[in-house]
Structure formats: C-alpha cells, structure tokens
C-alpha cells in the first residue's frame, strides 16, 4: 500500500513538473525530483538548470566560431580612430 501512495506522490509531483518545465524530458524532470528532498528544492533545481543552459546557449551565439558571417559582422562595427603619432629624433 504505502508504495502505491509514493508512486501517486511520484507521478503528482512529476505532472506538477511538466507543467512548469513542458520543455524538459519525464527522465530529466524524474532526477530531479529524486534528488531533491523537496518540490520547492527540485524547482529551484530546473530553474538554475535552465538559467545555466540559456547564458551557455548566448555565450556560444556570440562566439567568433559560431557566428556565420564573423568578417562582415566585424566591418560593420564602428572602429576606432587609429591616430598614429610621429617622432622625430636627432641625433647631436
């Protein structure tokens, strides 16, 4: 009996999941759930995880290897005014 009422529990806290998270995997939302003691720490869990997920997602966007046209993105950028300064030395 008690194991029926965990796998209620499982399945409830599970569907919970799945509506907050609709874009991760049952398997990954069930680890989650396991390892954590609770819902509120299995929640903060997918949320760091997707926090995580979305800065390393904008750091490869704007990575030099992953852009698609690097050299034309760098030409149009505004570059500074390159000012050269000239010396004269003499010699006595």
Same mark, same amino acid.
């Given at each position: 009996?008690? *194991?029926?009422? !965990?796998? @209620?529990?499982?399945? #409830?806290? +599970?569907? $919970?999941?799945?509506? +907050?998270?609709?874009?991760? =995997?049952d398997q990954d939302l069930l680890q989650l759930i396991e390892s954590t003691q609770t819902? @509120?720490? /299995?929640? $903060? #869990? /997918?949320? *760091?995880? =997707? @926090? !995580? /997920? $979305?800065?390393?997602?904008?750091k490869l966007k704007g990575s030099p290897t992953h852009r698609v046209n690097s050299d034309? !993105?760098? /030409?149009?950028?505004?570059? #500074? *005014? *390159?000012? =050269?300064?000239?010396? =004269?030395?003499?010699?006595?």
């Amino acid at each position: 009996m008690k *194991n029926g009422v !965990e796998e @209620d529990i499982k399945r #409830a806290k +599970l569907q $919970t999941m799945k509506e +907050l998270f609709p874009q991760r =995997s049952d398997q990954d939302l069930l680890q989650l759930i396991e390892s954590t003691q609770t819902m @509120d720490e /299995a929640i $903060t #869990a /997918a949320l *760091n995880f =997707s @926090d !995580e /997920a $979305t800065f390393r997602k904008r750091k490869l966007k704007g990575s030099p290897t992953h852009r698609v046209n690097s050299d034309e !993105e760098d /030409a149009k950028k505004p570059k #500074a *005014n *390159n000012v =050269s300064i000239g010396f =004269s030395v003499q010699v006595l």
